[in-house]
Protein backbone atom coordinates (compact mmCIF):
# COMPACT_ATOMS: atom_id res chain seq x y z
CA UNK A 1 0.00 0.00 0.00
CA UNK A 2 1.00 3.48 -1.03
CA UNK A 3 2.30 6.16 1.97
CA UNK A 4 -1.15 7.60 3.18
CA UNK A 5 -3.50 5.36 1.70
CA UNK A 6 -6.17 3.52 4.16
CA UNK A 7 -6.16 0.02 4.65
CA UNK A 8 -9.71 -0.83 3.38
CA UNK A 9 -10.51 -2.02 7.00
CA UNK A 10 -9.46 1.12 8.60
CA UNK A 11 -11.74 4.29 8.26
CA UNK A 12 -9.08 6.75 8.30
CA UNK A 13 -4.98 6.98 7.47
CA UNK A 14 -3.85 8.36 10.98
CA UNK A 15 -2.60 5.06 13.39
CA UNK A 16 -4.95 5.59 16.33
CA UNK A 17 -6.47 2.68 18.19
CA UNK A 18 -10.03 1.16 16.84
CA UNK A 19 -12.58 0.56 18.60
CA UNK A 20 -11.57 -0.36 22.10
CA UNK A 21 -13.05 -0.03 25.58
CA UNK A 22 -16.61 1.23 24.32
CA UNK A 23 -19.07 1.91 27.36
CA UNK A 24 -22.01 -0.55 27.11
CA UNK A 25 -23.97 2.57 26.05
CA UNK A 26 -21.66 2.70 22.90
CA UNK A 27 -21.66 -0.84 21.95
CA UNK A 28 -25.56 -0.60 22.20
CA UNK A 29 -25.46 2.37 19.75
CA UNK A 30 -23.16 0.73 17.38
CA UNK A 31 -25.49 -2.52 17.48
CA UNK A 32 -28.42 0.21 16.50
CA UNK A 33 -26.66 1.74 14.03
CA UNK A 34 -26.08 -1.82 12.14
CA UNK A 35 -30.04 -2.63 13.10
CA UNK A 36 -30.87 0.44 11.05
CA UNK A 37 -28.22 0.81 8.25
CA UNK A 38 -26.62 -2.08 8.04
CA UNK A 39 -23.28 -0.36 8.94
CA UNK A 40 -21.45 1.61 11.39
CA UNK A 41 -20.57 4.13 9.82
CA UNK A 42 -16.58 5.07 9.37
CA UNK A 43 -16.99 8.52 10.88
CA UNK A 44 -18.01 6.64 14.21
CA UNK A 45 -15.55 3.99 14.05
CA UNK A 46 -13.06 6.93 13.89
CA UNK A 47 -13.90 8.86 16.46
CA UNK A 48 -14.15 5.33 18.61
CA UNK A 49 -10.30 5.44 19.60
CA UNK A 50 -11.47 8.16 22.76
CA UNK A 51 -14.96 7.08 24.31
CA UNK A 52 -15.44 10.55 25.37
CA UNK A 53 -14.95 12.31 21.70
CA UNK A 54 -17.01 9.58 20.42
CA UNK A 55 -19.90 10.48 22.92
CA UNK A 56 -19.34 14.38 22.09
CA UNK A 57 -19.87 13.70 18.76
CA UNK A 58 -22.58 11.39 19.10
CA UNK A 59 -24.45 14.10 21.44
CA UNK A 60 -23.98 16.62 18.76
CA UNK A 61 -24.39 14.99 15.46
CA UNK A 62 -28.15 14.15 17.33
CA UNK A 63 -28.96 17.15 18.39
CA UNK A 64 -28.25 19.27 15.38
CA UNK A 65 -29.71 16.69 12.76
CA UNK A 66 -31.82 14.40 14.71
CA UNK A 67 -33.27 16.96 17.27
CA UNK A 68 -36.43 18.71 16.85
CA UNK A 69 -36.39 21.34 14.59
CA UNK A 70 -38.49 24.00 12.12
CA UNK A 71 -36.05 22.03 9.88
CA UNK A 72 -36.87 18.64 8.30
CA UNK A 73 -34.16 15.55 8.18
CA UNK A 74 -34.01 15.80 4.32
CA UNK A 75 -33.38 20.03 4.74
CA UNK A 76 -30.64 18.86 7.09
CA UNK A 77 -29.02 16.82 4.85
CA UNK A 78 -29.36 18.92 1.93
CA UNK A 79 -27.13 21.31 4.20
CA UNK A 80 -24.39 18.41 5.25
CA UNK A 81 -24.09 18.17 1.44
CA UNK A 82 -23.78 21.77 0.33
CA UNK A 83 -21.24 21.95 3.01
CA UNK A 84 -19.34 19.28 2.57
CA UNK A 85 -19.67 20.59 -1.40
CA UNK A 86 -18.04 23.79 -0.41
CA UNK A 87 -15.10 21.91 1.78
CA UNK A 88 -14.90 19.17 -0.55
CA UNK A 89 -15.40 16.29 1.51
CA UNK A 90 -15.45 13.27 0.30
CA UNK A 91 -16.66 11.49 2.99
CA UNK A 92 -19.45 13.65 3.99
CA UNK A 93 -20.52 13.95 -0.34
CA UNK A 94 -20.98 10.56 -0.04
CA UNK A 95 -22.67 9.43 3.44
CA UNK A 96 -24.94 12.47 2.94
CA UNK A 97 -25.48 12.51 -0.16
CA UNK A 98 -27.05 8.81 0.18
CA UNK A 99 -29.11 9.93 3.04
CA UNK A 100 -30.79 12.88 0.63
CA UNK A 101 -31.38 10.37 -1.81
CA UNK A 102 -33.04 8.63 0.97
CA UNK A 103 -35.14 10.85 2.35
CA UNK A 104 -36.10 12.66 -0.95
CA UNK A 105 -36.36 9.74 -2.92
CA UNK A 106 -34.83 11.24 -5.69
CA UNK A 107 -31.57 10.17 -6.62
CA UNK A 108 -31.25 12.93 -9.33
CA UNK A 109 -31.58 15.58 -5.83
CA UNK A 110 -28.59 13.74 -4.48
CA UNK A 111 -26.38 13.76 -7.22
CA UNK A 112 -27.60 17.76 -8.08
CA UNK A 113 -26.55 18.66 -4.36
CA UNK A 114 -23.32 17.09 -4.69
CA UNK A 115 -21.99 18.80 -7.77
CA UNK A 116 -24.35 22.12 -7.61
CA UNK A 117 -26.93 22.58 -5.90
CA UNK A 118 -28.09 25.44 -8.52
CA UNK A 119 -28.70 23.25 -11.01
CA UNK A 120 -31.82 21.35 -9.01
CA UNK A 121 -35.11 22.28 -8.80
CA UNK A 122 -35.89 23.62 -5.46
CA UNK A 123 -38.56 25.35 -3.66
CA UNK A 124 -37.51 28.92 -2.81
CA UNK A 125 -37.38 28.44 0.93
CA UNK A 126 -34.72 25.28 0.40
CA UNK A 127 -33.22 27.54 -2.16
CA UNK A 128 -32.66 30.54 0.20
CA UNK A 129 -31.60 27.89 2.82
CA UNK A 130 -28.86 26.68 0.42
CA UNK A 131 -27.57 30.28 -0.45
CA UNK A 132 -27.38 31.21 3.03
CA UNK A 133 -25.42 27.32 4.12
CA UNK A 134 -23.25 27.72 1.02
CA UNK A 135 -22.17 31.55 1.76
CA UNK A 136 -21.74 30.75 5.73
CA UNK A 137 -19.15 28.23 4.26
CA UNK A 138 -17.49 30.02 1.42
CA UNK A 139 -17.06 34.08 3.19
CA UNK A 140 -18.48 33.80 6.72
CA UNK A 141 -17.50 37.31 7.47
CA UNK A 142 -19.98 38.33 4.64
CA UNK A 143 -22.64 37.52 6.57
CA UNK A 144 -24.79 40.20 7.40
CA UNK A 145 -28.45 41.39 8.48
CA UNK A 146 -29.53 41.22 4.79
CA UNK A 147 -28.57 37.25 4.88
CA UNK A 148 -31.20 36.18 7.59
CA UNK A 149 -33.70 38.95 6.36
CA UNK A 150 -33.48 37.05 3.24
CA UNK A 151 -33.85 33.47 5.14
CA UNK A 152 -37.06 35.22 7.24
CA UNK A 153 -38.57 36.23 4.00
CA UNK A 154 -38.11 32.54 2.55
CA UNK A 155 -40.56 31.32 5.76
CA UNK A 156 -37.83 30.71 8.76
CA UNK A 157 -38.23 31.38 11.98
CA UNK A 158 -35.53 32.89 13.81
CA UNK A 159 -34.78 29.22 15.48
CA UNK A 160 -34.62 28.28 12.34
CA UNK A 161 -32.18 30.51 11.13
CA UNK A 162 -29.71 29.08 14.46
CA UNK A 163 -30.23 25.58 13.37
CA UNK A 164 -29.38 26.06 10.14
CA UNK A 165 -26.23 27.99 11.50
CA UNK A 166 -25.78 24.77 13.58
CA UNK A 167 -25.73 21.93 10.75
CA UNK A 168 -23.57 24.42 8.81
CA UNK A 169 -20.92 24.92 11.44
CA UNK A 170 -20.76 20.90 12.19
CA UNK A 171 -20.15 19.78 8.73
CA UNK A 172 -17.71 22.57 8.23
CA UNK A 173 -16.44 21.08 11.60
CA UNK A 174 -16.69 17.46 10.66
CA UNK A 175 -15.23 18.17 6.86
CA UNK A 176 -12.07 19.46 7.96
CA UNK A 177 -11.47 16.13 10.46
CA UNK A 178 -12.47 13.99 7.69
CA UNK A 179 -10.25 15.68 5.35
CA UNK A 180 -7.32 16.04 7.77
CA UNK A 181 -7.71 12.45 8.37
CA UNK A 182 -8.60 11.31 4.88
CA UNK A 183 -11.56 9.69 6.19
CA UNK A 184 -13.06 6.78 4.00
CA UNK A 185 -17.18 6.39 3.46
CA UNK A 186 -18.32 2.91 3.95
CA UNK A 187 -18.66 1.21 0.64
CA UNK A 188 -22.39 0.84 1.00
CA UNK A 189 -23.35 4.53 1.05
CA UNK A 190 -21.85 4.10 -2.70
CA UNK A 191 -24.77 2.29 -3.99
CA UNK A 192 -27.93 3.53 -1.47
CA UNK A 193 -30.73 4.78 -2.67
CA UNK A 194 -30.36 4.64 -6.44
Request: charged content about 25%; some cysteine; glycine content about 6%.
Given at each position: ???????????I?????????????????????????????N????????????D??I?M????M?????????E????????????????????H????????????????L??????A??AP?Q???????W??T?????????????LRQ?G??????????A???????????A????????????????
Amino acid sequence: MADGQVATDRPIALNLPGEGELTERQRAYFDKCIEKLGMVPNVLRAYAFNPDKLDAFIRMYNDVMLAESGLSKLEREMIAVVVSSVNRCYYCLTAHGAAVRQYSGNPELGEQLVMNYRAADLAPRQRAMLDFAWNLTERPWEIDEPDRAALRQAGFSDRDIWDIAAVVGFFNMSNRIATATDMRPNREYHGQHR
